[in-house]
């Protein structure tokens, strides 16, 4: 028996992937969490095989939930099911751990598919997910700043400006704009905060 945990802050959501499961011979919920700190108690305790995780949660979202699992209860799979695919999205989910990555439009028979699939410890892919990674892998340096781009984003998660930034780093303002959005390129994101908050993540920054 495949001891599963769901993972979602929507009641609803919980409830209907319960219902999903319970004509499953050979998989059984055994309990479910409103966020990613219950959901990583919740593991430990019921012993879980399986954590269907979702991303965006109150408290502790799905990544640092999945790091945690990774920490503690490595023999824990994870497999993240959410409406999000975005690059910004899927590689931190992936990197702090996870096993697969759904999303939320998935079929029933799918997502059982998947749960047995990541308790033999086999990776499961959305097609946009596997897309995302692809492109990453395929990108020269994707994913990977440089150690000046590092020093770049720290003085920007610090709260320099890009001119306080260049005094800093003895360069000009142009420079600190092209290595932002190098940054941006290669962390999936749009802007200065999101950028900051992909660097914690990634744990980039300190």
Do not use: W
């Amino acid at each position: 028996m495949i001891r599963l945990v769901v993972v979602d802050d929507h009641p609803i959501v919980r409830g209907g992937l319960r219902d999903t499961f319970a004509d499953a011979e050979d998989i059984v919920v055994v309990g479910e969490a409103g966020d990613g700190a219950e959901g990583v108690e919740r593991a430990k305790l019921l012993a879980a095989d399986v954590v269907l995780m979702d991303l965006r949660m109150p408290r502790m979202d799905g990544v640092a939930a999945t790091a945690a699992l990774r920490d503690l209860l490595p023999s824990v799979r994870v497999l993240i099911l959410t409406t999000f695919d975005s690059e910004s999205d899927v590689l931190p989910a992936i990197e702090a751990g996870a096993i697969g990555y759904l999303l939320k439009d998935a079929l029933p028979d799918e997502l059982m598919r998947a749960v047995r699939a990541a308790a033999r410890g086999e990776s499961v892919l959305a097609p946009s997910v596997t897309q995302h990674l692809m492109g990453q892998v395929r990108r020269p340096g994707a994913g990977t700043l440089t150690d000046r781009e590092k020093q770049v984003l720290q003085l920007v998660a610090n709260g320099n400006s890009n001119r306080e930034a260049a005094t800093a780093l003895f360069i000009g303002e142009a420079s600190i704009k092209t290595h932002l959005q190098h940054i941006y390129g290669k962390l999936g994101v749009r802007d200065r905060a999101a950028a900051v908050a992909e660097g914690y993540r990634r744990r980039l920054l300190t």
